[in-house]
């Protein structure tokens, strides 16, 4: 599949995942104290809302995103907000130098069609990720009715067999996306970095 042209829907407005608001998932996690404020991390940021949100917090944050229009945008409206900048990188294929304790991704982990490029997206949160770095992604799911547009879906079993290796997933359960007025279902998976490599599945006995 070609490469969608971000930059494009950025110039033409076609911004369906941009709210204008923090996302109530990431917010309810970092409310709840479950990650302290340190070095941040967003992948593909957009016009960097959350990314602000988290530095008015007492994050120092890093907001990349592929598309060169986002980074313009984002940085337009950072006026005002320290501990917040944004760059335009290529995650995949060149992540910025970590570590990070904390990489947040906001349907940007799940728009990656073939396996080895979304096993690709994980080894580069794991190698970014401090000694207790934890990494939250919000992922379109397989879950909820049929619907021709949205996010892409993954299955629970898309995300495990990125992640499991290279990471240890703490909390993967089904939500729902908060995207303007749909409410498709997501995954929300928090991973940390690994203590221990991951063991190999055994047999009884």
Same mark, same amino acid.
Request: with cysteine.
């Given at each position: 599949m070609p490469h969608?042209?971000?930059?494009?829907?950025?110039?033409?407005?076609?911004?369906? *995942?941009?709210?204008? $608001?923090?996302?109530? =998932?990431?917010?309810?996690?970092?409310?709840? @104290? &479950?990650?302290?404020?340190? @070095?941040? =991390? !967003?992948?593909?940021?957009?016009?960097?809302?959350?990314?602000? *949100? +988290?530095?008015? &917090?007492?994050?120092?944050?890093?907001?990349?995103?592929?598309?060169? +229009?986002?980074?313009? #945008?984002?940085?337009?409206?950072?006026?005002? /907000?320290?501990?917040? @900048?944004?760059?335009?990188?290529?995650?995949?294929?060149?992540?910025?130098?970590?570590?990070? %304790?904390?990489?947040?991704?906001?349907?940007?982990?799940?728009?990656?069609? !073939?396996? &080895?490029?979304?096993? $690709?997206?994980?080894?580069?949160?794991?190698?970014?990720?401090?000694? %207790?770095?934890?990494? +939250?992604? +919000?992922?379109?799911?397989?879950?909820?009715?049929?619907? !021709?547009?949205?996010?892409?879906? @993954?299955?629970?079993?898309?995300?495990?067999?990125?992640? !499991?290796?290279?990471?240890?997933?703490? %909390?993967? $359960?089904?939500?729902?996306?908060? /995207?303007? %007025?749909?409410?498709?279902?997501?995954?929300?998976? =928090?991973?940390? &970095?690994? #203590?221990?490599?991951a063991q190999p599945?055994?047999?009884?006995?």
């Amino acid at each position: 599949m070609p490469h969608p042209d971000w930059n494009g829907h950025y110039a033409e407005g076609f911004l369906p *995942w941009d709210t204008g $608001r923090p996302d109530p =998932l990431l917010a309810e996690f970092v409310e709840s @104290r &479950r990650i302290k404020p340190g @070095r941040a =991390l !967003e992948v593909g940021c957009g016009t960097g809302t959350n990314s602000l *949100w +988290l530095a008015q &917090r007492g994050f120092d944050v890093l907001g990349i995103d592929i598309a060169p +229009l986002a980074v313009e #945008k984002a940085r337009a409206k950072q006026a005002g /907000v320290k501990g917040c @900048r944004f760059e335009n990188v290529d995650f995949l294929n060149a992540p910025p130098p970590g570590p990070f %304790d904390f990489i947040f991704d906001r349907g940007c982990f799940h728009i990656f069609d !073939e396996p &080895r490029q979304r096993e $690709r997206f994980a080894a580069q949160v794991a190698g970014l990720l401090g000694p %207790d770095g934890q990494w +939250l992604s +919000l992922v379109g799911s397989t879950e909820g009715p049929a619907r !021709e547009v949205g996010p892409p879906r @993954r299955s629970a079993r898309d995300v495990l067999a990125a992640i !499991e290796p290279v990471l240890e997933i703490t %909390d993967l $359960r089904s939500v729902v996306f908060d /995207v303007q %007025d749909e409410s498709p279902m997501a995954w929300f998976c =928090l991973s940390r &970095r690994r #203590k221990a490599p991951a063991q190999p599945s055994t047999g009884h006995g």
